[in-house]
């Protein structure tokens, strides 16, 4: 990838919304209408702290993630869509039952 973000940023690339499917996750209209969701491609070295150390973030690249509609700064590449976000514009990860599998356990969401 010819982007590399800096700090707590990172670089995602944007799905498409389809219509509901008879998948896991249902996101009703309104909600769907207000978010986006992308894959995350690249990540930074996080937050610099006081020592020079750094705070990784909490996402990891192939993260599915969902985020507002008018965060973020929309870039083309090759003519691809990707968005540069900050973690914190991250709303949430969505979780495949294939990862779930593998990590460590969590608890069910409400």
Same mark, same amino acid.
């Given at each position: 990838?010819?982007? @590399? +973000?800096?700090?707590? *940023?990172? %670089? =995602? $690339?944007?799905i498409e919304q389809q219509e509901p499917s008879a998948g896991p996750l249902f996101l009703p209209g309104t909600i769907r209408e207000k978010? *986006? *969701?992308?894959?995350v491609m =690249? =990540?930074? +070295?996080?937050?610099? @702290?006081g020592d020079g150390s750094r705070i990784a973030l &909490?996402?990891? !690249?192939?993260? !599915?993630?969902?985020?507002?509609?008018? =965060?973020g700064i929309t870039v083309r590449i090759d003519g691809q869509k990707y968005? %540069?976000? !900050? $973690?914190? $514009? %991250?709303?949430?990860? %969505?979780r495949t039952e294939e990862a &779930?599998?593998?990590?460590a356990q969590q608890p069910p969401l409400p």
């Open positions: 990838m010819k982007l @590399k +973000p800096v700090g707590k *940023r990172l %670089i =995602v $690339e944007l978010t *986006r *969701r992308g894959q =690249v =990540v930074g +070295p996080g937050a610099a @702290k &909490d996402v990891q !690249t192939g993260d !599915t993630v969902l985020f507002s509609n008018d =965060v968005l %540069i976000l !900050t $973690e914190s $514009e %991250i709303l949430a990860m %969505i &779930d599998s593998h990590g």
